[in-house]
Nanobody, 127 residues
Framework: QVQLLESGGGLVQAGGSLSLSCASS????????MGWFRQAPGKERELVAA????????YYADSVKGRFGISRDNTRNTFYLQMNSLKPEDTAVYYC????????????????????WGQGTQVTVSS
């Protein structure tokens, strides 16, 4: 079992920045590919960014490319999402997700690919 705990959400004005963290426990973190997803009211959950086990392979949704950055610290069992130049349309609940995989460079785009989910953290961007 893997437990994921997100933190760092909140309210920010458009153009501002927020940093989210996802603390993992219960399984060797370096064996997990990670992803950040978000879900706005009335919309489906969508991938924001994904990262391989070793952090060398990353993927960003077009909507956040150039504004968001992901990273992981396998010594601290923590996965990060840095969000800059935030827009009102970034308002959503943000979820951290983990997938157990034997592939060092594998990264995964679909919600169904992931084995474990955090409880989510609200990000609200005011205009």
């Amino acid at each position: 079992q893997v437990q994921l705990l997100e933190s760092g959400g909140g309210l920010v004005q458009a153009g501002g920045s927020l940093s989210l963290s996802c603390a993992s426990s219960g399984r060797t973190f370096s064996n997990l590919a990670m992803g950040w997803f978000r879900q706005a009211p009335g919309k489906e959950r969508e991938l924001v960014a994904a990262c391989s086990r070793n952090g060398e392979s990353t993927y960003y949704a077009d909507s956040v490319k150039g504004r968001f950055g992901i990273s992981r610290d396998n010594t601290r069992n923590t996965f990060y999402l840095q969000m800059n130049s935030l827009k009102p349309e970034d308002t959503a609940v943000y979820y951290c997700a983990a997938k157990v995989t034997p592939f060092f460079n594998g990264r995964y785009s679909n919600t169904g690919d992931y084995d474990y989910w955090g409880q989510g953290t609200q990000v609200t961007v005011s205009s």
